[in-house]
């Protein structure tokens, strides 16, 4: 029986998502490396494989290109598959068939047919796995016409955005982050979806917007306690969705504060973050009364050792020192007699 | 041997509707009409005719860069097609896609697409789908020998081996990829050996022969539809045209280094003309039945280019229709 108040935690609540859409669709498929071990998937896919049977639940060879295209084929042949990829790092064997095809499919073709495929990544980083086990690579699928970049960051949502993401008619690429299975919150036991491209307002705020996607969403609501007690009040904003992105929701809350930091786990060169700066610039731009900072993975590959990681990924300390930044008072004026100051050597 | 009356106008009507229209293109790719890359697969009409002929309409195709034959032999509009390759909104692809992306899913022609053994996967996804669905739809994935240098093919070997999947792999071997000979790439010529190790049923057949492909064909499919799939069916062949266009030293690039000898050995081998000859010595046809038929798919080829050439080009407007579903 149902509990009013029943828990999840963001690994299960994916689980629950795929049970959910099996049992109503036969054409909905699981296949990727490693569905059968938690090893690699956590217990997003747990009682799965007894329940569907192993042509709904396909554990694969590594061969990452292969099965990213045979996910997106099935699709065109009526399947709504998940194709599994449990660390992103490897998907870049299978930007052929996510790329070349699925995203360019239904356009090349003139609309006559949808790619119905869920292309779900998983950014698995820290624990001293380097360069090749821990990249973020959401803005590069964002990037692409034709792709839906879907990045949760509750259990709710993970929930939800899956089962949104599955009913989609095009090709979708649901990020989430190891960082985050083992989050929990009460999210409900019926079967819902949330609609891609519309954001979300964590917490409310009057002077400073804080653009948070994925993990650093969590990171951002730590940042934005801190800073009440600063007495400063951050607004934070989760786009859930990075393509297509909720820029209204950014907007409305631009309006509001002028100021705004993005917090996004992916590097800062051409990211997700620059974009959404880009935005504020082009249609935001009467709203800011500072300028835009960024909280990023700086433009180097994951380092390996504890001393190096914890340098290199942004937490809700950087995210403070960002929004400090733009809210003290003399900021521009220095910043302008930084630049005289400059020039006149 | 016998084949019915039907299969044979069928098989005959197929390959010259494909030829004439490939030869169609020529004067118009020449004089600049049509601008999108266009590779034209007269020579190779054997292979599509033979091998779409055992399908059934909700089998599954994909095509590559050279797929004007397959679509057409699974059913896909004549119209539609010539049209997409001018670019026209009434093409296949509303003119999105140009000669190198003909589709048509009402008859199963899921697509086609010039990145080299990129549609492999495709169809090894359509075959799964058949299986997970326990339907006794068949996939057939139509792809070069340069495709046998990518990482695909054997990942595609491998898994539709190992789950049995419903595919026909169909290399079709015109001993070129673009430009360069198939010992510049390969170490062996023999194509239908790389699916052994996988324990598929590999053949190599003579992809002129329409007749040798319809019964190899055949046999694959009805093997696939009883779940002892996959096979492969390496069909030799050879390209008349150039790799891109009517013919590189025709066009002026001087890039088509084929040796004149080997071209005209070849031509000899001309796959419409040998059915000709079967039809006429033993297949019961006579030269004015044949007649009968080269006409009425002349009619019909030179109906599609009006049509095409009076089908109005995609509109500014519409840019940015159909970027998502």
Redesign the interface.
Same mark, same amino acid.
């Given at each position: 029986m149902s509990l009013p108040n029943r828990t999840l935690s963001y690994s299960l609540a994916i689980n629950e998502a795929f049970h959910q859409l099996m049992e109503r669709d036969?054409s909905v498929?699981l296949i990727g490396q490693g569905v059968k071990s938690p090893w690699y998937v956590g217990n997003t896919a747990q009682g799965l494989l007894a329940r569907f049977g192993e042509?709904?639940v396909?554990d694969?060879?590594v061969?990452e290109?292969?099965?990213?295209?045979?996910?997106?084929?099935?699709?065109?042949?009526?399947?709504r598959?998940i194709v599994e990829h449990p660390r992103m790092d490897f998907m870049l064997y299978a930007i052929?068939?996510i790329v070349?095809?699925a995203a360019n499919?239904?356009?090349?073709?003139?609309?006559?047919?949808?790619?119905?495929a869920v292309i779900w990544g998983v950014i698995n980083r820290g624990g001293e796995q380097g360069a090749q086990h821990s990249q973020a690579l959401h803005a590069l699928f964002a990037h692409i016409?034709?792709l839906?970049v879907v990045m949760p960051a509750t259990p709710t949502d993970a929930k939800g955005l899956m089962i949104a993401a599955v009913q989609d008619?095009?090709p979708v690429v649901f990020i989430d982050d190891r960082w985050l299975y083992g989050e929990e919150e009460v999210v409900p036991e019926e079967f819902y979806s949330i609609p891609l491209g519309k954001g979300i307002v964590r917490r409310q705020g009057s002077d400073v917007t804080i653009v948070a996607v994925s993990y650093m969403v969590r990171e951002a609501l730590k940042a934005a306690e801190e800073l009440a007690q600063q007495g400063i009040q951050a607004e934070v904003v989760d786009p859930r969705t990075v393509k297509p992105l909720d820029f209204d929701l950014i907007h409305q809350s631009l309006q509001k504060t002028g100021r705004l930091v993005v917090a996004d786990g992916g590097w800062k060169t051409c990211g997700v973050a620059a974009e959404i700066a880009a935005l504020a610039a082009e249609k935001a731009f009467t709203c800011l009364k500072a300028p835009v900072q960024r909280v990023t993975l700086p433009d180097l590959p994951a380092p390996a050792s504890r001393t190096l990681e914890a340098a290199y990924y942004p937490a809700s300390a950087d995210i403070v020192n960002a929004v400090n930044r733009l809210v003290q008072p003399c900021h521009e004026e220095l910043a302008l007699l930084h630049r005289v100051s400059y020039a006149a050597q | 041997m016998t084949y019915s009356r039907k299969l044979l106008q069928d098989l005959y009507a197929t390959m010259l509707r494909i030829r004439m229209s490939e030869e169609g293109f020529v004067e118009p790719i020449l004089n600049r009409e049509i601008r999108c890359p266009v590779h034209l697969c007269s020579g190779e009409e054997a292979i599509a005719a033979g091998v779409c002929s055992v399908l059934e309409k909700d089998d599954?195709i994909?095509g590559n860069h050279r797929s004007h034959g397959h679509y057409l032999a699974k059913g896909g509009g004549l119209k539609e097609m010539v049209a997409e390759v001018f670019c026209r909104e009434t093409?296949?692809?509303?003119?999105?896609?140009g000669s190198m992306?003909l589709?048509?899913?009402s008859c199963g022609m899921?697509?086609s $697409?010039p990145?080299v053994g990129?549609?492999?996967?495709?169809?090894? =996804?359509?075959?799964?789908?058949?299986?997970?669905?326990g339907t006794r739809q068949v $996939?057939v994935s139509f792809f070069g020998d340069g495709a046998t240098g990518e =990482?695909?093919l054997a990942?595609?070997l491998?898994?539709a081996a190992?789950?049995k999947l419903p595919i026909v792999f169909v290399c079709e071997n015109n001993l070129y990829s673009t430009h360069l000979c198939i010992d510049e790439i390969r170490v062996s010529r023999n194509i239908y050996k790389m699916a052994l190790p996988f324990g598929e049923k590999g053949h190599r057949i003579d992809g002129n022969d329409v007749l040798k492909v319809y019964e190899h064909a055949k046999q694959a499919v009805e093997l696939c539809r009883n779940g002892e799939g996959p096979v492969f069916l390496e069909c030799l062949t050879y390209r008349q045209r150039g790799h891109v266009g009517p013919d590189d030293n025709v066009q002026g690039t001087h890039t088509d280094i084929r040796p004149a000898a080997e071209v005209k050995r070849w031509l000899k081998k001309d796959p419409i003309k040998r059915l000709e000859k079967y039809l006429l010595q033993q297949g019961g046809f006579t030269a004015e039945e044949l007649q009968k038929v080269q006409a009425a798919i002349s009619r019909e080829v030179s109906e599609a280019f009006d049509f095409a050439r009076q089908s109005p080009f995609p509109a500014k407007e519409d840019l940015s229709?159909?970027?998502?579903?």
């Open positions: 036969e498929m042509r709904r396909i694969t060879p061969s290109n292969a099965m990213t295209g045979a996910a997106v084929g099935a699709a065109l042949a009526g399947m598959p052929d068939p070349n095809e499919w239904f356009y090349m073709n003139g609309g006559k047919l949808p790619v119905p016409p034709g839906k008619d095009n | 599954y994909f093409g296949c692809s509303r003119g999105r896609g992306h589709i048509d899913p899921l697509g $697409a990145i990129g549609t492999i996967s495709l169809a090894l =996804g359509a075959a799964m789908a058949a299986w997970v669905r $996939a =990482g695909t990942e595609s491998n898994f190992l789950k229709s159909y970027v998502f579903a």
